[in-house]
């Protein structure tokens, strides 16, 4: 033990003129085991005075200004004079004992004289008591230091004495057989209490220091270890609780709930500074004394300030701890909760205000420093040790010691504070945004609607701060009232789409959000790279048609803004449902291009032509940009990259049909339409959004008048089957079929019809191609079971589109096939080496245009066909699924509501006949109906499905 410097203490000693009487006093009525034969050693005057006086007043206060010379003549002196009178003597530990037993009573008759008690006093007199006990305190710790080495020196020729550590040990036998030793260890305790206390007193440094002392005669006191530990906790406990009271009275706390009697700088002030500043000179005390756990004293002073209920004012804080800390659901009623209500009451109506049109930093900065504080309220507390559990007994003897709960206690009731305001705040921002909007006209209409949508950006960027904040962060996600979809969602996008579809009932309007945000972002990324001259019409607008016009409004402004676009979009719909409704804004905008560029134009103005082109690959640039996402959904974004290569290749396939046209020069295109199962699909094309039916409806008209001989074919889908025409280019016909059945038109669209072969036209663009197509062949290339393609071709060749013709004999040239197609033989499996075509009336002996080139969309072919056996699997897989789907949303769109066992019997009644269902597939389909919004899953009954679409 180090020596305690002195020019602190000497202040508070007595002159040398009241210690040495004193020490005399003591002396003379000690009480001390001494040995029963010998009684109180019989000393001289000398030895009397030396180990009463001199010895003791040298242990006290130690000469600091003496030479070396002089205090080794002075050792010499006493130890020839103990020498020579004890020197000999059989009982030299009765003396020593006797020596010690003395100064350590005159040290504790001070420090009790000092040591602060529980009647009332004035704060000075109880602080310079307090100092007065410490420093005596402190002074035994030095003289119980200093004493084995003096002790060594003056009995030198002692064995059991001279050495220091026996010494030691012969030290604590004396303090241990003293009987005032439990009196003296309760005063310690009483004494490091208020040390503990008193640490935000004048002698702060002092007071700090002298804790760690007190410490080590506390040890040195305790029968054991443990013993010790236990009485450090429990002294260390009763001084920050009372500390705690003293600078958090009760009164003071619940006068910042009032309103009118506190205002908002002082909540904040106790918030970001007092707390805080009180909770680290308090850990800061604590983490210097042995044993003690700070993260217990932390959870203590948290409980103790901020956890009691504000409803009875009850202080009790043992049923704070067991019903706030392991119990979340009642933390409205703490002081933490009604304390931070009021503090974020007025950020919250500044930056979420509806007729506020920017928030000022100061507000928002203030509002997440009261966020960021919110780590020092926190109750780290662990596993109840058993020291804990009697250290708690012995100070809250009536209250079962606090089990492991909550541990960030303070970001969970900000977080309750938040929800509450944030879901006020969001439902009156709707009232008033489209609380009349069924009156408005239409221009009016759409303002509302910006507006909403400039206030929902202001406010998420605020509250997305707040998920910088790690540990604040999983406590905002998901939804109080259990939605188990929305566990990783924000709540304030939670929030945000509760409040629309329960404004209107209507999922129109979620979409209408959604689709401004898509509009606004695209705008926004485009007129960063395009001067606002070049910017095409198109962007982030609906365009002009014959039915429509409304100017372009940008309500981004910059990163920050965009990137709050985003995340506000793809949380407002499911991920597959975002992705749809991106691909049928790029639709109708990629349309629209090509109504608006005039095409007759791009052979002739280069210029035109390469500007029309670098917005085409800005396009696939803002796909990759908005659409960035896990891997699982690279497979949609490539989908719209090749809707971009579509209108791309239709502009290579204009020039280099113009280019042609100017020589003369005959050329023939294949026919070929718009990638399939890559452009929006819907199940009937009337619920297509009206800009893109428009920009639909425009293209078509375009088309077909610069091509009179074809029609523009818009493919719909109602999950199982395909509804398209095989006009070729005269026909009328309507094919309703599966995916196989599209693809077995598309493949035989590449080949001759029978009636060119025979008559033996010229045929300028394949030559492999004029004998049509093997039978085994097209079963290859369609994918489909022999049988089931035997099945498919017979009923086409009844409606007279198809022309199967047998191996032998072969038809020569010139011979016209019967008229009565009943008289065509139907395919059976031993004539799979006849060759199927489709008939002439349905073939264009014209050059047409080509969407996309072959060798492309061959590539894209892996998406709707394949030719191997794995890749057949995989489309006759999704084929299973799509039949799957229809057969789930027929069942279950009469019932309304149905179970899972019920669903799953009638899904596979309804498909018998067509392929075994297994349950993996059935689970597949539904759960893409449920990612697509189409079916609804019952929160409570998680058997039940509503129908929803």
């Not at 500007?611 to 990759?624: D, F, I, P, S, T």
């Not at 799509?882 to 149905?898: D, E, F, N």
Request: glycine share 4%; proline share 5%; charged share 25%.
């Amino acid at each position: 033990m180090a020596f305690l410097p002195l020019a602190t203490g000497t202040a508070c000693r007595e002159n040398d003129s009241g210690v040495i009487p004193r020490l005399r006093e003591v002396y003379e009525t000690l009480e001390y085991p001494f040995n029963e034969e010998k009684g109180r050693p019989q000393l001289s005057d000398s030895l009397q005075e030396l180990f009463t006086v001199t010895l003791n007043t040298e242990l006290l206060c130690p000469s600091r200004d003496e030479t070396l010379s002089s205090l080794r003549r002075k050792c010499l002196l006493w130890y020839r004079e103990v020498y020579h009178n004890l020197c000999g003597e059989q009982n030299l530990r009765n003396v020593v004992g006797y020596w010690v037993a003395g100064i350590v009573e005159y040290e504790f008759s001070k420090i009790e004289n000092f040591a602060p008690s529980a009647e009332e006093k004035s704060k000075y007199v109880w602080e310079n008591d307090m100092i007065r006990a410490l420093f005596h305190a402190m002074e035994l710790r030095d003289v119980l230091a200093r004493f084995p080495q003096l002790v060594a020196f003056l009995f030198a020729w002692e064995a059991d004495l001279r050495d220091p550590q026996k010494s030691n040990v012969f030290l604590r036998s004396i303090i241990a057989s003293c009987p005032k030793t439990n009196h003296r260890l309760q005063l310690l305790k009483r004494l490091l209490a208020s040390a503990v206390r008193g640490c935000a007193c004048g002698h702060r440094e002092y007071v700090r220091d002298s804790c760690a002392g007190i410490c080590q005669l506390i040890q040195l006191y305790s029968p054991s270890t443990r013993s010790a530990e236990e009485q450090i906790d429990e002294a260390v406990v009763w001084g920050v609780l009372a500390r705690s009271r003293i600078c958090f009275k009760r009164e003071t706390l619940v006068l910042l709930l009032d309103q009118i009697k506190s205002d908002s700088l002082a909540r904040l002030r106790f918030v970001l500074e007092e707390w805080p500043q009180y909770c680290q000179r308090e850990l800061d005390v604590v983490r210097e004394l042995p044993t003690v756990g700070e993260a217990w004293i932390k959870g203590l002073l948290t409980m103790h300030v901020y956890l009691w209920d504000t409803r009875d004012g009850c202080h009790t804080l043992g049923r704070v701890a067991n019903e706030a800390i392991n119990s979340t659901s009642d933390l409205s009623h703490t002081f933490l909760f009604q304390l931070l209500l009021l503090i974020l009451k007025q950020p919250f109506s500044d930056f979420l205000d509806v007729k506020v049109s920017t928030h000022a930093n100061g507000t928002v900065e203030t509002f997440l420093l009261v966020a960021r504080s919110m780590a020092y309220i926190e109750i780290p507390l662990l596993q109840p040790t058993p020291r804990m559990v009697r250290c708690w007994g012995c100070i809250f003897p009536s209250i079962p010691v606090p089990e492991c709960g909550t541990r960030d206690v303070g970001f969970v009731v900000f977080a309750k504070v938040v929800r509450r305001l944030l879901e006020k705040h969001i439902e009156s921002a709707f009232g008033y945004f489209l609380g009349r909007i069924d009156e408005f006209d239409e221009e009016q209409r759409q303002n509302s609607w910006r507006n909403l949508v400039v206030y929902l950006l202001r406010s998420e960027q605020v509250l997305w701060r707040l998920c910088e904040i790690p540990a604040l962060k999983s406590h905002l996600l998901g939804s109080e009232r259990g939605a188990s979809s929305n566990n990783n969602m924000f709540c304030f996008y939670i929030y945000v789409r509760e409040a629309l579809l329960s404004h209107r009932q209507r999922q129109e309007d979620v979409d209408t959000l959604v689709n401004i945000l898509l509009d606004s972002a695209h705008t926004y990324l485009l007129q960063a790279d395009i001067p606002p001259e070049t910017l095409p019409q198109s962007a982030g607008s609906v365009p002009d048609t014959e039915e429509s016009s409304t100017k372009v409004v940008q309500l981004l402004s910059n990163e920050g803004d965009l990137d709050s676009a985003l995340r506000l979009a793809q949380n407002l719909v499911s991920r597959g449902r975002f992705l749809s409704l991106y691909k049928a804004r790029l639709a109708h905008r990629l349309l629209h291009m090509i109504t608006t560029a005039r095409l007759q134009n791009f052979g002739i103005d280069v210029a035109f032509g390469k500007q029309w082109c670098k917005k085409l690959g800005l396009e696939k640039a803002l796909c990759v940009r908005l659409l960035s996402g896990p891997s699982d959904e690279q497979g949609a974004i490539q989908h719209m990259i090749r809707m971009c290569c579509d209108v791309e290749a239709m502009f290579d396939g204009q020039v280099l049909l113009h280019k042609n046209e100017c020589t003369n020069e005959r050329v023939k295109l294949n026919v070929e339409m718009i990638s399939p199962f890559v452009w929006p699909t819907f199940p009937v094309l009337e619920v297509v959004n009206r800009p893109l039916r428009q920009a639909m409806s425009v293209f078509s008209r375009l088309y077909e008048k610069h091509h009179c001989s074809r029609r523009v074919i818009w493919l719909r889908t109602s999950f199982e089957t395909f509804t398209f025409n095989v006009a070729y280019p005269s026909g009328d016909k309507v094919v309703t079929g599966p995916l196989e059945l599209y693809t077995l038109f598309e493949v035989l669209s590449e080949k001759k019809s029978v009636e060119t072969v025979r008559i033996g036209e010229e045929d300028t663009s394949s030559g492999a191609c004029c004998s049509g197509l093997a039978w085994g062949e097209l079963a290859k290339k369609v994918g489909r079971q022999f049988a089931l393609l035997q099945h498919d071709v017979h009923r086409l060749v009844r409606r007279g589109l198809i022309v199967f013709v047998p191996p032998l004999p072969w038809p020569e040239p010139g011979q016209i096939p019967p008229a009565d197609v009943s008289e065509i033989p139907v395919p059976q499996p031993d004539s799979a080496t006849g060759r199927v075509f489709l008939n002439a009336a349905f073939v264009s002996r014209r050059s047409h245009y080509c969407f996309l080139p072959t060798h492309t969309r061959k590539w894209n072919r892996a998406v709707t066909i394949a030719g191997q056996g794995d890749d057949v699997s995989g489309v006759l897989r999704s084929s299973h699924i799509w039949v799957t789907q229809a057969a789930i949303m027929s069942q279950l769109k009469p019932r309304g509501c149905c179970c899972y066992s019920e669903l799953l019997s009638l899904t596979r009644e309804s498909i018998r006949g067509k392929f075994q269902l297994r349950d993996t597939e059935f689970k597949m389909a539904l759960e893409q109906l449920i990612e697509k919004e189409y079916v609804e899953r019952s929160s409570d009954q998680k058997q039940f499905f509503f129908y929803k679409a």
